[in-house]
């Protein structure tokens, strides 16, 4: 590919998901020159940080019901302790397996890359720690995002979810802050490890946003699962325990005893090791005070803009600084784009990679394509599961009439082993057209399921062309099939 006067086609900040795949098939299908700067490890939140340490301690907690369900089966199985040093070695290899297998995508499609810290210096000129510049053509911003602290004293104290898979022991308890994706995974995970989990949510239920019915019946099993789930509460102080004259005494560690919130600190400073500063002492907004060996921030995340010379270059930045785009993920720079979490449009992996892939289209493959944002399938990995795609019940009723179709039952593997465990099955309809506006399941394997529904619902099938389906039998979902009658509609 010509390369005008510039060093590079396309010069990629960011070696995430999509970061890595709009570079690799930029270079390897369209022959762009291109480069790419990481800084950290190359995989991004998702590999390293994110969705694939956490789906594996997803499967890690699940671990201890399934021998307790065994027993039911027949199964003479006993109970044995979770080991977190041997899990966290094996899930630490697979994570450097996974950063292997980015780096040599790259490196296969002749992708140059950098690992440095890269800025934008002006709309074609990148800058390098290291002192050096290059110039590109086109340059695409894809630093995704950070998780962040509320503005409290002590909330250093805190860990966030980036600091989870470096623990070096597991807390036997556990304060979780915030009521999204995040807090409530790793509320079931803890709670699945056997850490004793307190989970604070300041407004009224948990995965704000989603179906009313579904995330209550989520938020229901956790507390069954044993997560001590407080709704309408915040943190509003936090200080080392030992500190704290009218704090109740510390147990557990006594790394920070008699420490002030300075000493503990400092000592989290020098050991580099989150959670070492020992137990903290907590005073929620409803006025329980209590200790807790840890205290998990899951209270959102940012893009990656800060100090990146964006604004300086002419790019906008919004309210949270994300990256202003358009549909094809240009900025207000014509030479500059964005895509992934630094947007702060629908921050999940997938979406980030067909950003890529449509940036890579629009620019390279001269096909401009706009990102469809649609009907995105998603996935909470809680325990159970939710899988939703499509609008929720409270958000259809208010666009249009609508019909529900709806049932909860005790499925048939864990009924069995006397569990009152509960699954949801939930399709809403419009009322004029039938189209399945949208489907909501809360069950095990829920984001198995969802993602073939939601191929379904996003080619547009009526109620009716749900149910010339024929069912799969027995299972829990082939009740999403054969739901004769609406249970409400409005
Ligand atoms: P979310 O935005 O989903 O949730 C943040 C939570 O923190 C909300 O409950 C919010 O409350 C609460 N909160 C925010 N500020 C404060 C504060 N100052 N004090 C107390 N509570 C606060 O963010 P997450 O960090 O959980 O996840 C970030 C994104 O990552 C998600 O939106 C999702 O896109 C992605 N993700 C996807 C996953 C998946 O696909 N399974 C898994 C994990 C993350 P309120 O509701 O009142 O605003």
């Not at 939140?45 to 499967?59: A, D, E, S, Y």
């Not at 400092?266 to 006025?287: N, Y």
């Not at 919004?318 to 202003?324: A, T, Y």
């Not at 394509?369 to 795609?389: C, K, N, W, Y």
């Amino acid at each position: 590919m010509a390369q005008d006067t510039f060093d590079y086609d396309l010069f990629v900040i960011g070696g995430g998901s999509g970061g890595v795949r709009a570079a690799r098939v930029a270079a390897g299908e369209y022959g762009a020159k291109v480069a790419l700067a990481e800084d950290d490890r190359y995989g991004g939140t998702c590999v390293i940080r994110g969705c694939v340490p956490k789906k594996l301690m997803v499967f890690a907690s699940g671990y201890a019901e399934v021998v307790e369900e065994a027993r039911a089966y027949g199964w003479d199985l006993k109970d044995g302790p979770f080991d977190w040093d041997a899990f966290r070695g094996r899930m630490n290899a697979e994570l450097d397996r996974l950063e292997g297998v980015y780096r040599k995508l790259l490196s296969g499609s002749d992708v140059e890359t950098f690992d440095l810290r890269a800025t934008v210096k002006d709309a074609h000129t990148v800058a390098l720690s290291d002192g050096t510049t290059k110039t590109a053509k086109h340059i695409l911003v894809a630093t995704g995002g950070y998780p962040v602290r509320p503005d409290i004293p002590n909330a250093d104290l805190g860990i966030v979810s980036d600091d989870i898979f470096h623990l070096d022991t597991l807390p036997k308890s556990i304060l979780i802050i915030g009521g999204g994706y995040i807090a409530c995974e790793f509320a079931c995970i803890f709670n699945g490890l056997g850490v004793e989990v307190t989970q604070y949510y300041r407004g009224a239920q948990v995965l704000r946003g989603f179906d009313e019915e579904a995330r209550g019946l989520v938020a229901e099993s956790m507390r069954e699962n044993g997560v001590n789930l407080h709704l309408g509460t915040n943190i509003l102080e936090m200080a080392p325990a030992a500190s704290h004259e009218e704090g109740p005494s510390p147990t557990g560690s006594d790394a920070s005893m008699g420490a002030t919130a300075q000493d503990a600190l400092a000592l989290r400073a020098q050991t580099g090791s989150k959670g070492a500063s020992g137990p903290i002492w907590v005073k929620s907004t409803t006025g329980a005070e209590q200790v807790f060996d840890m205290v998990l921030f899951a209270t959102g995340r940012d893009p990656s803009t800060r100090n990146m010379g964006l604004e300086e270059a002419g790019v906008a930045l919004g309210r949270r600084g994300e990256v202003v785009v358009n549909e094809y993920s240009q900025t207000a720079v014509p030479s500059i784009y964005a895509i992934g979490d630094v947007t702060n449009r629908v921050a999940l992996t997938p979406v980030a990679i067909r950003e890529g892939m449509a940036f890579v289209q629009t620019v390279f493959g001269g096909t401009p394509t706009a990102v469809d944002h649609d009907l995105i399938p998603s996935a909470i990995f809680t325990q159970p599961e939710m899988g939703t795609v499509g609008l929720s019940e409270e958000d259809a009723r208010a666009q249009e009439e609508v019909e529900i179709y709806c049932t909860s039952f005790r499925p048939m593997q864990t009924a069995f082993a006397d569990k009152p465990n509960r699954v949801l099955m939930k399709l809403v309809v419009s009322k004029a057209t039938r189209v399945v506006l949208g489907c909501h399941i809360v069950a095990p394997a829920a984001g198995e399921l969802i993602q073939m529904v939601g191929i379904a619902v996003k080619a547009g099938l009526t109620k009716e062309q749900f149910d010339m389906t024929c069912a799969v039998h027995p299972t829990m979902s082939e009740e999403l099939v054969t739901m004769r009658n609406p249970m409400r509609s409005a």
